[in-house]
């Protein structure tokens, strides 16, 4: 089982970034999608969570009017659509997914993918 996210880099304030994640080994069909991230010397946060084929959609206060989450399980693909960034939004951010109905939480995560950077400049 395998979840790799990309499509990280470096952005200005204001700026639009897209990132995907990856399954393989996995059918997603069956599992909530979450999006987290991680600064250096901070605990890992959720950012967002898209349940089963798509239903539901959940945002972190943070980042609700600028992040939209979206997934296509006929390619075992989910992607995070980031607009307006600021620079609070620096950080690794990881992919996870998860058999509860959705979650921001870490501890509810079955499976995770290695993290892609991405750098907000102001």
């Known amino acids: 089982v395998q979840l790799q996210a990309s499509g990280g880099g470096l952005v200005q304030a204001g700026g639009s970034l897209r990132l995907s994640c990856a399954a393989s080994?996995?059918?997603?069909?069956?599992?909530?999608v979450g999006w987290f991230r991680q600064d250096p010397g901070k605990e890992r946060e959720g950012v967002s969570c898209?349940?089963?084929?798509?239903?539901?959609?959940y945002y972190a206060n943070s980042v609700k009017g600028r992040f939209t989450i979206s997934r296509d399980d006929a390619k075992r693909m989910v992607y995070l659509q980031m607009d307006s960034l600021v620079p609070e939004d620096t950080a690794v951010y990881y992919c996870?997914?998860?058999?509860?109905?959705?979650?921001?939480?870490?501890?509810?995560?079955?499976?995770w993918g290695q993290g892609t950077l991405v750098t907000v400049s102001s």
């Open positions: 898209i349940t089963v084929e798509g239903g539901s959609t």
């Open positions: 080994g996995i059918s997603l069909d069956y599992y909530a």
């Open positions: 996870a997914a998860t058999a509860v109905f959705y979650t921001l939480s870490v501890s509810d995560c079955d499976y």
